[in-house]
């Protein structure tokens, strides 16, 4: 008998709800999912990544100028996907934004940004958290602090053992690359409400329950004026 094949991953969470402070005066009144790139919203592109990789669900946390975004993209019938949208009040960080997201969420769900080119296999990346029956997936990058400070140690196996964007320590060689899957039921197990995504990192690094999946594909994003003139030349 054959094994039973991984059930596809279905389902993907943007965080999106910023103010995107980096990219004034552009997005004190246009979110930044809404900032043309090549003469589309970027967001779009997120979409198209999203299709291309089998994704048929989308929740996107919003914010600064969330109306914008909603009457954009509505329901998203006529990207080819179903878009929910979790509304943030208040400035909830990006963990803090996940967890208000906890009752759209599937059993298993991606995480990325929403200013993130991330043009890699999802599906395999998925296959891959499955098989490690961990409960937590960070895709990484080898960086060697070479684009921004790395902030991510790995033991031997592969497994996240710290993640520590503020104050990276010596020897940490690579980076959160911006594709991440977790389990729902991980979601609600910290209290605060207001928090950064890496508490969920280092919640699962310290049960060696945060696995990592190395790639080698270069990441883009929008989130500066820098930034915007470099995903111009990918996308």
Known sequence: MKPRETKKLKQAVILAG??????????????????????????????????????????????????????????????????TYSQENKKLDTGGALKQAYPYLNEDFLVTYGDSY?????????????????????????????????????????????????CPKPGMCHMEYGINIFSRDIVNKISAEVFPLGDYFNLLAKDRQLVSLETDVMFYDMGTHEGMKRICRVI
Request: aromatic letters at 10%; charged letters at 25%.
């Open 118 to 166: 991330l043009d890699v296999d999802w599906q395999a990346a998925y296959k891959f958290y499955k098989k490690s029956k961990a409960k937590g997936l960070m895709m990484v990058y080898m960086n060697n602090g070479k684009i921004i400070p790395s902030s991510t140690s790995i033991d031997k196996n592969g497994y996240v053992v710290e993640f520590n964007k503020d």
């Open 18 to 83: 910023g103010l995107a402070t980096r990219l004034y005066p552009i997005t004190q009144k246009t979110p930044k999912a809404l900032v043309p790139v090549k003469g589309r919203p970027f967001l779009e592109y997120e979409l198209d990544l999203c299709r291309k990789n089998g994704i048929e669900e989308v929740v996107v946390c919003v914010g600064h100028l969330s109306d914008q975004i909603k009457r954009h993209f509505g329901n998203g019938k006529k990207f080819g996907l179903r878009i």
